[in-house]
């Protein structure tokens, strides 16, 4: 198993590649740049559930709305 530090470096490099695409998709979208975000996120929820399990994914898509949640308590 990698250590932290390269578990990071491999984070930041699967981020990066993700964004790439991610500009990329939005940009070809144009006026639909709203549902191509969407469409992309329901796409790499499918590709997660394949690639790992139900409950890794569902365990992560909490963590994602709790820091939504944060970040919206902490605008107001």
Known sequence: MADDSKMD???????EIAAKHLNAALDEGGPLENLVA???????VNAAVDATSREDVVRLLEDLVSQIEDDESEDS
């Open 9 to 15: 470096e491999m984070y930041d490099q699967a981020a």
């Open 38 to 44: 969407i469409m992309m996120v329901e796409a790499a």
